[in-house]
């Protein structure tokens, strides 16, 4: 929010309140132009401890989980109302549900990617996460579509990089990703969020919301792209996942539904939806300006295809309970975003999953 926005507010009220007032409508204003009111903390749920980067784009309403309840009674042939939801017969008759939230809690440079000999952009990476989410439910309604992207994480090394940017990595005393750098701390899969300099970013909220067996599933794309100044891949990036949209909410619907059991996360071509694979063809990983890490070859050409979280009720619980071979706690999964040749980036981002609300016992 500008200052001519915020004093022309101030202008508009100024004759008809008191000056106690404008001082406290003032500063509301200010908090809300920072991001610091408190309204925009608990936009997470109810949990307050979630200390990261809060993107309220792809948080789905808890008025969602009463409208799918009250789908799934409208099929069984019965109504359904708000007051339903605190009956234990009623809770009997409905399907088992959870409040569920997926971030990014860390990630590793497992190799840096090639740079200009010049660096002009900072030393070492420099390093943006990017997420779009899909929420559907069975019929295939779109129920939230967003996206949000991180600062820029890496150098600082400028004074118009330290407003914008957060500082991470360790390849100077400004910062810079360079191989071997856990990302905010070490382990990345179990960082230390309160270390100094904090990381403002982490964890980076991709999903929360609930999931209803059979009734709603959501489908999250996260990647990361170095940042090298200019638009680089990122406008085609965005028209591929539009033009991807409709084959995502089909398999959306399609996961909704079922089946019970699955990978939680894997690549778009084993998710049954093409159109995500090979998102992005004969594209040029030199070609300078922003790219996506994970750029691989098809024949002559170079292609990226995203990872992807595929979640409805069964798979987030069987997720909860699932530890991927290596160090990381069960429900912290991997996903790998590689680059073939000499492009040279290999980043391992670790993706918590979180159940919000207790688990209702039976009776």
């Not at 408190?38 to 989980?65: M, R, T, W, Y």
């Amino acid at each position: 929010m500008s200052h001519k926005l915020t004093n022309k507010i101030g202008t508009s009220f100024r004759r008809r309140l008191p000056k106690r007032a404008i001082r406290g409508f003032s500063v509301v204003v200010l908090l809300i132009a920072i991001g610091l009111c408190p309204s925009h903390f608990q936009v997470v749920g109810q949990d307050s401890s979630f200390k990261g980067k809060i993107n309220p784009e792809v948080v789905l309403s808890p008025n969602a989980k009463s409208q799918l309840l009250q789908k799934f009674s409208l099929k069984k042939g019965k109504s359904y109302t708000k007051e339903d939801e605190k009956s234990k017969i009623a809770a009997l008759e409905s399907p088992p549900s959870g409040r569920y939230r997926v971030s990014i809690i860390g990630y590793i440079c497992e190799h840096e990617t090639r740079d200009d000999i010049f660096a002009y952009d900072g030393l070492g990476d420099e390093i943006r996460l990017n997420v779009d989410t899909t929420v559907v439910d069975s019929d295939g309604q779109v129920l939230l579509h967003g996206s949000a992207q991180s600062r820029v994480m890496g150098s600082v090394n400028s004074d118009d990089w330290r407003m914008t940017r957060v500082q991470a990595g360790t390849a100077d005393r400004f910062g810079g990703i360079v191989t071997g750098n856990h990302i905010p701390s070490r382990p990345a899969y179990a960082p230390i969020f309160s270390r100094i300099p904090a990381n403002t970013e982490l964890p980076f909220l991709l999903f929360e919301g609930d999931l209803v067996r059979g009734m709603n599933s959501v489908i999250i794309i996260p990647t990361a792209w170095e940042i090298d100044g200019g638009a680089g891949l990122w406008p085609r990036f965005q028209r591929a996942i539009a033009d991807a949209a409709p084959a995502i909410i089909t398999a959306a619907a399609s996961l909704a539904g079922g089946p019970a059991v699955g990978a939680a996360i894997g690549p778009a071509a084993q998710a049954t939806i093409g159109a995500l694979d090979h998102l992005m063809t004969g594209i040029r990983g030199n070609d300078g300006g922003d790219r996506v890490v994970g750029i691989h070859r098809n024949g002559d050409q170079e292609s990226f295809t995203p990872q992807i979280i595929r979640l409805n009720y069964d798979i987030a619980e069987l997720a909860l309970r699932t530890r991927v071979g290596g160090p990381a706690p069960a429900g912290v999964l991997p996903i790998v975003y590689n680059d073939d040749g000499d492009l040279n980036g290999n980043y391992t981002l670790y993706i918590k999953i979180e159940r919000l609300d207790p688990i209702q016992p039976p009776g």
